[in-house]
């Protein structure tokens, strides 16, 4: 029987992890999986020994609260890795727990596999000595596996695993099933997939968004949801809880919070401004620390500025507004020249496959 461990400690994780298991399974019939993680990698047959809500946060200082928790399961972890209760660890994305994760199975014998790299080439190129204990690294941007290989670190570009997602419907068909009017211009608004930055963001999407409806009193505003944020007086806005693939699809810009959305706006074709704020403390310390000239994917993917980034203090609703308002009209200059850009990502996300090919790394470190 073939035990693996496999760890993800966010949501967005989860989802990769459980694509991971499923093609997994397909591989070593008789897997045994347990893990750290969330429903997704439940439903994909794995024994979630601890939920990953637990340990979910975003931010430096927002962070320092679950420390204690880390350390715990971190115990817990190390022991069973020196049991050998498994034949291979898969860590996922989390660098922060994951790092240390990968040194105690590496310790006790135990291969690992890191499957979304830790973005040092954004925080600093000296961490790379971070991922020794790591045989494979598995990575889903195209720039990283040149720059990780160049230090020394085993990588392997797998694709992107937002290019397996289905196909969205068509833009007017989308916007019935959410019951917007086909027919008029939409924006979307995209704050975040954690109720922690629902709330940092919404005031600032909610006021960007009225002052679009004022300038184009024909707009009409739909935001994805997320369960468990709170998304108060919304006014005329259209609250979607449900896929946040259906909201991309029937827009016609969006306005997008750092990170992989924007990368999935960009695979749905929807121009962008791109936002974020995090706590003052954690923002100090991260502008301190970055080594790359934009936050925003989608910029660094393409090499240039694709989608302007208002972020912290300039993440503004004046300026948030003012940058998306001409998204909204398919002929104007900037919305025509953001799409090349957008087509530019889109083709180096690679080819659909990418935990297949993860799941066949793993294979090779089983044998």
């Known amino acids: 029987m073939t035990r693996i461990y496999i760890s993800a400690g966010e949501p967005s994780a989860d989802a990769?992890?459980?694509?991971?298991?499923?093609?997994?399974?397909?591989?070593?019939?008789?897997?045994?999986?347990e893990a750290l993680g969330g429903p997704l990698l439940e439903r994909a047959g794995a024994r979630v020994l601890d939920r990953m809500e637990a340990f979910s946060v975003v931010g430096f200082v927002e962070a320092i609260s679950k420390i204690p928790a880390h350390y715990r399961l971190l115990n817990r972890m190390k022991h069973a890795f020196r049991q050998r209760r498994y034949d291979l660890v898969i860590l996922v994305d989390y660098p922060g727990y994951h790092l240390r994760a990968a040194s105690a199975a590496h310790a006790a014998g135990i291969p690992v596999l890191y499957y979304i790299a830790p973005q040092m080439w954004a925080w600093g190129p000296k961490r790379v000595r971070k991922l020794a204990p790591v045989e494979r690294l598995a990575v889903i941007l195209p720039f990283e596996e040149a720059f990780f290989r160049e230090r020394g670190v085993a990588a392997t570009f797998v694709g992107h695993p937002l290019k397996d997602r289905p196909a969205p419907p068509a833009r007017a068909d989308a916007r019935r099933v959410l019951g917007l009017d086909p027919a008029r211009p939409t924006?979307?608004?995209?704050?975040?997939?954690?109720?922690?930055?629902?709330?940092?963001?919404?005031?600032?999407?909610?006021e960007a968004a009225a002052r679009v409806t004022a300038a184009r009193p024909d707009a009409q505003i739909i935001v994805a949801g997320t369960p468990g944020a709170e998304y108060p007086e919304p006014g005329r806005i259209h609250v979607h809880q449900g896929d946040p693939l259906l909201v991309f699809a029937a827009c016609d810009a969006g306005i997008c919070k750092s990170g992989t959305t924007t990368l999935e706006a960009a695979i749905a074709d929807v121009p962008m401004?791109?936002?974020?704020?995090?706590?003052?403390?954690?923002?100090?310390?991260?502008?301190?620390?970055?080594?790359?000239?934009?936050?925003?994917l989608v910029n660094l993917v393409a090499g240039y500025e694709v989608a302007p980034e208002f972020l912290q203090r300039r993440a503004t609703p004046d300026a948030l507004a003012t940058g998306v308002l001409p998204l909204l009209d398919a002929a104007d200059p900037a919305t025509r020249h953001q799409r090349e850009g957008l087509r530019l990502v889109r083709d180096r996300l690679g080819a659909p496959g990418a935990a297949e090919r993860v799941a066949e790394l793993a294979a090779g470190l089983l044998r």
């Not at 990769?16 to 999986?33: I, N, Q, W």
């Not at 922690?196 to 600032?204: D, F, G, L, S, T």
């Not at 974020?276 to 923002?283: D, F, G, M, N, Q």
Request: aromatic residues 12%; proline residues 6%.
């Open 16 to 33: 990769h992890a459980a694509a991971v298991a499923t093609a997994l399974r397909r591989r070593f019939p008789d897997l045994e999986l």
């Open 187 to 206: 924006l979307g608004l995209f704050p975040g997939s954690r109720a922690q930055e629902v709330k940092r963001h919404w005031a600032i999407f909610r």
């Open 273 to 296: 401004v791109i936002t974020y704020r995090v706590h003052p403390i954690s923002s100090f310390i991260a502008f301190r620390l970055v080594r790359v000239p934009w936050v925003g």
